[in-house]
C-alpha cells in the first residue's frame, strides 16, 4: 500500500470512529428501559474510547500530509435494540477496517515521508 493509499484508509477508520461517536451518543438517549441500563453505561465509556481512536488516528494523517476529515458517513437513527444490533455491527466493522490498515501499514512503500520531524534529512 503505497502512503496515498494508507492515509485514505486511516480517513476512512477516522471517519468509522466519528460514526461510533455520533451512534453512542444518540443510543445513549434514545435506548431507554431498565434492561438497557449496564449497556447505556457501557455506551459512554465507549464514545469516550471512540473519541481517543479518533485522537489518535489524526496524527498520522496529518504527519503523512493528509487533511483529517470533518465528515462522517450516514448514521441512522435507531432505538431499543436495533440501536444496540447497529452499534455492534459498527464496533465490528471498525475493529475489522483498523486491523486491515494496521496490517498494511507494515507492507511495502509505506516509508515515512510528510512534514513531521521523521522526514527531515
Ligand atoms: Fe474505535
Redesign the pocket.
Known sequence: MDEENFVEALTE?LR??YQ?IVHYISHIATVTGAEFLSTIDELKV?VT??L???QILVEPIAFLGGTPATTLPQVNAATGRDALAADLRL?EV??SD?GKTIGRSHGPGTGRRGRGPASSP
Do not use: G, K, N, P
Open positions: 477508520d468509522t470512529e461510533s465507549r474510547q471512540e481517543q481512536h479518533a464496533e471498525s475493529l483498523t
